[in-house]
Every structure is written in structure tokens, then in C-alpha cells.
């Protein structure tokens, strides 16, 4: 958290992306709070329709959202004055689920930030594109296996649950380092639900064994041919075979990039 808030002090753009469950709403609100009691000018916000976020904007500016005539402004003489306003005024932005919010407001978003405005996003698997290609990022990696444990047992006593210790550790498995997830199982274990195979989508990567594998056979297979023995080169073609069967159904596998890890 403190990168987070360095980066906002000195009026740098922040992304915070994972997948769901891995807590990035509760970051960059513990951000929020914080700048907030260090007197800085901030504001959070969940995603909604450019008008309302807009008029929320110029709320916290202090910007009036009606001209002269009494009338509302329209939203693109908002995002001007909002601009003007920004240039002369120091704030921070934050803005969680960020991956919702639409394009154009996106686009607007960068003019802030080009005018200097520090902004806080947060993302589940953001496009690389528009603002998100601009902002430095960083990821949220999956919780290690003894903060998980650490988790589910504080959720568990908080439930007034009487979970034994390994009925916690067989729970684990469906967390996949995901605290959201973590808690979920516990409820579930709770509750006596049963769901064995989690919903993390966190798998091994088995390419560099089955390349290893591969290796192996063409070996074996052109020992099999220099030696002049046919026996060994009809197995190692078939075990060969068999690897590349393998090996393609190695594709339809879920990959890690895939994982649920906010």
C-alpha cells in the first residue's frame, strides 16, 4: 500500500488488476481511507453511468453541474470545466472495477491524467487498451498457502464454526490462493456443502515435462535406428505418438493466465 500512496503523491497513475476475489476493492479503499485522514483531496468511485460519475466529480470539485439558465450542463461541458478545474487544483481519483467503466469515460480519464491528476484503478483482467495501456500496473498474486490458513481460521472462529484443523486444510484446496474463495470454502464447509473441485482455476503447467518426454522418445528413437534395432524404434514411434496425443490435449487445458486470483 505504501508504492500505492508514493505514487499518488507524486501524481502518478496507478492499475491494480487480478482476477476476481483477490482484493483489490479492499486495497484501494484502505488507500482511500488513508488519503483521506492525511487531509488529501480524494474521491472513490464504483462503476456507473458517465453522467452520475461526472456529477459526483463536480461535486467533489465543487464544480456546479448547472449553468446560468438553471439548466443541468451537458456532459461534455462538464468534462471541460472538469478539466480546468483539475489543472489548477490537486486531487485523486479512484475508481475500483475500472474494466466496467465505459470506453469514452476511460478516454476522458486519460485527459486527467495527462493534465496530471493522480488515478487510482482497479481492474479484474483489464483490455490492454485506451487508458489501461498508459497507467503502470501491478498485479495481485494469489495469497501464499500459510496466509490462506491463516485466513480460513480467523473466518471459521469468526463464524463460530468448529472446523477441525484438518477439515480447514482440506478445505484449502479450493481456495487456489484466492482470499474470496478462501472464505466461501469455509462458509461452505460450514454450511456442509460439499464442492470438491473449487472454483480457482489455478492448474500446473506441464508443457516443459512433456517436452522432456518428447525428447526422451526421438532418443530412443534414433538409437533404435542407428543400432539397427527395430523393436526399440517401433516403441519409441509409438510412445512418441501417444506424447503428441498427449500434448495437443494439453491445449484444451484451462491456462494459469486464466485463473480467478480480485
Same mark, same amino acid.
Given at each position: 500500500m505504501?508504492g500505492?500512496?508514493?505514487?499518488?503523491?507524486?501524481?502518478r497513475?496507478?492499475?491494480?488488476?487480478?482476477?476476481?476475489?483477490?482484493?483489490?476493492?479492499?486495497?484501494v479503499?484502505?488507500?482511500?481511507?488513508?488519503?483521506?485522514?492525511d487531509?488529501?483531496t480524494?474521491?472513490y468511485?464504483?462503476p456507473?453511468?458517465?453522467?452520475?460519475?461526472?456529477?459526483?466529480?463536480?461535486?467533489m470539485?465543487?464544480?456546479d453541474?448547472?449553468?446560468?439558465?438553471?439548466?443541468?450542463k451537458?456532459v461534455?461541458?462538464?468534462?471541460?470545466?472538469l478539466?480546468?478545474w483539475?489543472?489548477?487544483?490537486?486531487?485523486?481519483?479512484?475508481?475500483?472495477?475500472?474494466?466496467?467503466?465505459?470506453?469514452?469515460?476511460?478516454?476522458?480519464?486519460?485527459?486527467?491524467k495527462?493534465?496530471g491528476? +493522480?488515478? #487510482? %484503478?482497479?481492474?479484474?483482467?483489464?483490455?490492454?487498451?485506451?487508458l !489501461? /495501456?498508459?497507467v503502470?500496473?501491478?498485479?495481485?498474486k494469489?495469497l501464499?498457502e500459510?496466509?490462506?490458513?491463516?485466513?480460513?481460521e480467523?473466518?471459521a472462529?469468526a463464524l463460530?464454526?468448529?472446523?477441525?484443523?484438518h477439515?480447514?486444510?482440506?478445505?484449502?484446496?479450493?481456495?487456489?490462493?484466492?482470499?474470496?474463495l478462501?472464505?466461501?470454502?469455509?462458509?461452505?464447509?460450514f454450511?456442509?456443502?460439499?464442492?470438491?473441485?473449487?472454483?480457482?482455476?489455478r492448474y500446473?503447467?506441464?508443457t +516443459?515435462? #512433456? %517436452?522432456?518426454?518428447?525428447?526422451?522418445?526421438?532418443c530412443?528413437? !534414433? /538409437?533404435?535406428?542407428g543400432?539397427?534395432?527395430?523393436?526399440?524404434?517401433?516403441?519409441?514411434?509409438?510412445?512418441?505418438?501417444?506424447?503428441?496425443?498427449?500434448?495437443?490435449?494439453?491445449?484444451?487445458?484451462?491456462?494459469?493466465?486464466?485463473?480467478?486470483?480480485?
Open positions: 505504501e500505492l500512496l508514493h505514487s499518488l503523491y507524486s501524481a497513475s496507478v492499475l491494480v488488476t487480478s482476477g476476481e476475489g483477490m482484493g483489490k476493492t479492499y486495497l479503499r484502505r488507500v482511500w481511507e488513508r488519503l483521506l485522514a487531509g488529501v480524494c474521491a468511485f464504483e456507473a453511468t458517465p453522467k452520475t460519475l461526472l456529477t459526483e466529480i463536480a461535486d470539485a465543487g464544480v453541474i448547472k449553468n446560468l439558465e438553471g439548466r443541468s451537458t461534455e461541458v462538464l468534462k471541460q470545466e478539466i480546468q483539475f489543472s489548477v487544483n490537486r486531487a485523486v481519483l479512484i475508481f475500483d472495477d475500472a474494466h466496467y467503466l465505459e470506453v469514452k469515460f476511460r478516454l476522458w480519464l486519460k485527459k486527467l495527462d493534465v491528476v +493522480p488515478i #487510482l %484503478l482497479a481492474a479484474t483482467n483489464p483490455p490492454r487498451t485506451d !489501461f /495501456i498508459y503502470p500496473r501491478i498485479e495481485l494469489p501464499a500459510y496466509q490462506i490458513r491463516d485466513l480460513m480467523k473466518e472462529i463460530g464454526s468448529d472446523l477441525k484443523p477439515q480447514i486444510a482440506k478445505l484449502q484446496s479450493r481456495a487456489g490462493g484466492n482470499p474470496m478462501a472464505k466461501r470454502a469455509i462458509e461452505e464447509g454450511l456442509g456443502i460439499q464442492n470438491e473441485a473449487g472454483d480457482h482455476g500446473f503447467d506441464i +516443459p515435462l #512433456l %517436452l522432456l518426454v518428447g525428447i526422451v522418445f526421438i530412443y528413437r !534414433f /538409437i533404435g535406428l543400432t539397427g534395432n527395430q523393436s526399440l524404434y517401433i516403441l519409441a514411434g509409438i510412445g512418441g505418438a501417444i506424447f503428441l496425443g498427449v500434448a495437443r490435449l494439453s491445449y484444451y487445458l484451462p491456462k494459469e493466465s486464466r485463473r480467478i486470483s480480485n
